[in-house]
């Protein structure tokens, strides 16, 4: 049973909102009144510098790679954060016995400071408050990375709160049991980059010195969280343990390229949409003009939350937007066709359109959840251009879900159900 009004109502807010979206959608339109949340392209749209690193493990121990990778990959993004790039995107690719570290720079003017800052290796160093005349300094000590054997993560036996341990070498330990000595009941800072350890937080940055610490091993405790400590030990170990990078590629994308690839995508994408709507309008006529008018409604909808997150596209994220389309009219598809079946059994046309939903739910449903899961393996056990691919077509495909149930079935309601005023 549905109310005819309040389903009117419904419609004409869904026709408003994917307006707005639309408007939004398109930037020299959008641009007018606000140039907050511009569209973010990727290397292969926006141009840029591909740089490829070898990471040297040999001085790392097995049981060590995984957190010194991470942590290197987590101190180079936040090198490459203030260069001014739109969204860049560091990550690790394994060939073979070597591990590269991939840096995607979209949109860099200064290739070579990037190229420097990312060259160097994380340098880690603690630092102690000194009075200086009427001012309070953070000042280095003696005790630097070099001196750190390993970090890791544990938990409090009792309250199983995450801390981090860590480990120091002989001459090391002797440093730090100098520095906590005279520096008992005060805090003692942790800098990775001359930055604290963890810049947004940096009173976890600073742990108090409980007592003067000897033997060269030492637990940093507080309220932390999962995340938090993970970080810390990740940042520590890249900090601590030798494992310089090696520029072995470059490779720069200039500006026009992308232009010129952004412009065939958007061209390919709109041709796309076109042959499929000829299509369902000539095969399903006046159900094929439903299913178009909430095709384009969804289309309005996905690029806009899209750019609201927002998510880099690439040419791979707008194939997999194109293919969530597909998807979008396949679930119309098989309503389309069950409504058909339902008719031939001598159904109203209202009850056959009610029933053509709720036969053809169950197969929407399995493809789409299918396609889903798919797509979230693709997206956690892979890297680079496929990863963005997975992203746009999980999401696509979870509001194409919404666009195929909820706003076709509306449409049929309100302009093929005129003889039933409720069902």
Known sequence: MFNRKKQAIFLAVLVVFSLAAGFFDYEPLWNRISNARPWRFG???????????EIDLSGVTNTEKDSVVRGLRDVIEKRVNPLG???????????????????????????????KLIGETPFLDFREFQEVGTSTLIVPTQLTGRYIVNA????????????????LNDEGGKIFQEITKRNTGKPLCIFIDDAPIIPESPQDSCPNVQGEISGGKARITGQFGLDKAL??????????????????????????????????????????????????????????????????????ITLSIFKIIPITLTLAGIAGVIL???????????????????????????????????????????????????????????????????LALFLGVVISMFSAITITRTLLRIFLNKENKQL
């Open 43 to 53: 290397l292969d749209l926006a141009g840029g510098t591909f740089l490829t690193y």
């Open 152 to 167: 890791e993560l544990s938990r409090d036996p009792q309250t199983y709160v995450p801390e981090i341990g860590f480990t």
């Open 324 to 390: 969530s389309i597909g998807m979008a009219v396949d679930a119309n598809i098989l309503v389309f066709e069950r409504t058909k079946e339902e008719l031939k059994k001598g159904q109203s046309r209202s009850s056959a359109i009610e029933q053509g939903f709720i036969r053809a739910w169950p197969s929407i449903r399995d493809s789409n959840i299918s396609t889903m899961i798919t797509s979230a393996v693709l997206y956690y056990f892979t890297s680079g251009f496929v990863k963005g691919f997975a």
């Open 85 to 115: 790039v739109g969204e860049p995107r560091v990550y690790v690719q394994k060939v073979a016995e070597y591990t590269r570290l991939i840096v995607e720079l979209a949109g860099i003017k200064d290739v070579d400071t990037a190229i």
């Open 231 to 300: 970080k810390i030990v990740q940042r520590f170990n890249a900090g601590a343990l030798s494992a310089p990078v090696k520029l072995i590629n470059q490779q720069t994308i200039s500006a026009d390229f992308g232009a010129d690839a952004l412009k065939k995508a958007v061209k390919a994408g709109f041709i796309g949409t076109a042959l499929v709507i000829l299509f369902i309008i000539i095969y399903y006529r006046r159900f094929g003009v439903f299913a178009a008018i909430a095709l384009l409604m969804y289309i309005a």
